[in-house]
């Protein structure tokens, strides 16, 4: 059921229930951080393999060292510029976590979110929310309360309703090692702008081999239609034109049904792209068309955050 009862949403989570919840970059399916129940039920009703750990989600950059061993100044510095924001610290855990949130693994993800809604959620609440984002697991995460309700609103008790997310890219998930940054998953906050802080970023997001490594795996964001990234619509046969969607930054194609089309950005502005991303995939997967072709967009600011989610998605 979809609310935006910010009371009920505080009831539920406390007596160990799951609540979808909103935030800038996508909704999140939340739980109680502390409670191996209700951690145990995310990765259940997610289809999520336990070996990929979860966020966990705080009201405060304050909150964060109440589970974590230490806090390096390169991060504390990436929290002062960018939290509350679309970015995850991961940071060495303390006992206070259980091994089910990281997957066994000794670090901890944390992410203060800026949605107003989720932070007055977190502020009454005594715990840390776990949240992965509300999606089966492997398929676009959602950017609205109406994409969880479709797919997963028979399994979750109550979706917060935030109306549409402001950033509409996961989080840009960052740790340290040997005293630089480094960069796991790429997201809301650019590289470039961490690149002020630390010019010698590290960028390490594939993990083909290592499904347990963070950066997650080569394919997911996923629509069930097969999607293919080319360089030129022009190679499209236009016998194929209406079978086929388009998804581009900001030119339609010319002679494909306009429905089919998901201009990101006319204006090529990559925040609005960013925004429309997830939302466009899903409209496009539930056409019905053998085929979505991709153009990337250009290789700076949020499109290379954005590329990259395509290029997961892509066959
Ligand atoms: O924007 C976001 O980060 C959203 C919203 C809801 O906060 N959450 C999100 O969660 O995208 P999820 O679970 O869909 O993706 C989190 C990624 C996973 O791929 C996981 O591998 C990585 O973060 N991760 C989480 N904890 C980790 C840890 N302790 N070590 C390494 N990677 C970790
Ligand atoms: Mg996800």
Redesign the pocket.
Known sequence: MIGSDIHRAVELLREGQLVA?P?E?????GGNALDQIAVAEIFRVKE?PFF????I?VSDVQDISAFTLDFPDLLRQVADAFMPG?V?L?LD?NDKIPDL???G?P???I?V?SHPITRELLSQLSFPVA?????PFGYI?PTCAQHVEDQLGAKVPYILDGGDCSVG???T?V?IEKGHLVV??K??IAVERLREIDKDIVVRTHSDSNP??????KS?YAPSCPMRIIDQFSLIPEDDYNEIGVISFSEAVSGVPEHQQCILSPSRDFNEAARNLFKGMRRLDGLDLRMIYVNLLPEEDLGIAINDRLRRAAV
Not at 25 to 29: D, H, I, M, R, S
Not at 52 to 55: S, V
Not at 131 to 135: I, Q
């Open positions: 919840i935030t970059t996508v909704y999140g399916l999520r990929d750990p979860l966020i989600h679309p995850t991961l855990r949130i990281t997957s693994l670090q901890v993800a992410r979110p949240a992965p984002s509300a999606n995460s890219l996961e989080s998930i740790g796991y998953r997201g809301g347990s490594a963070p950066g997650m795996l997911h």
